[in-house]
């Protein structure tokens, strides 16, 4: 069974929206934080936004203003609403643990912003 697996990315116009959902298994999601980040070409890999069990959040600095995470523990499932994409947001976007567990990165999901 894959532990996480990411869904929800596209190609979107500078300016759109995008939702993307994690579904976890039940004993990952429920004892830890949750973390999305994201690797766009010929960079590393970054943090982009975390929820703690109790649902506290964190965002990097670039994104704070644009994206939401959100977590339905009733579906054991991470979501990250993106709003306003710019075209420095395309990057493949994965779900994990925060801090993340090294076997748990998935394929991810892309997302491209361009016009």
């Known amino acids: 069974q894959v532990p996480l697996v990411e869904s929800g990315g596209g190609l979107v116009q500078p300016g759109g929206s995008l939702r993307l959902s994690c579904a976890a298994s039940g004993s990952i999601f429920r004892a830890n934080a949750m973390g999305w980040y994201r690797q766009a070409p010929g960079k590393q890999r970054e943090s982009v936004a975390r929820?703690?069990?109790?649902?506290?959040?964190n965002f990097k600095a670039s994104v704070k203003d644009r994206f939401t995470i959100s977590r339905d523990n009733a579906k054991n499932t991470v979501y990250l609403q993106m709003n306003n994409l710019k075209p420095e947001d395309t990057a493949v976007y994965y779900c994990?643990?925060?801090?993340?567990?090294?076997?748990?990165w998935g394929q991810g999901t892309q997302v491209t912003v361009s016009s």
């Open positions: 929820i703690t069990t109790s649902g506290s959040t």
């Open positions: 994990n643990t925060w801090p993340p567990t090294s076997p748990y």
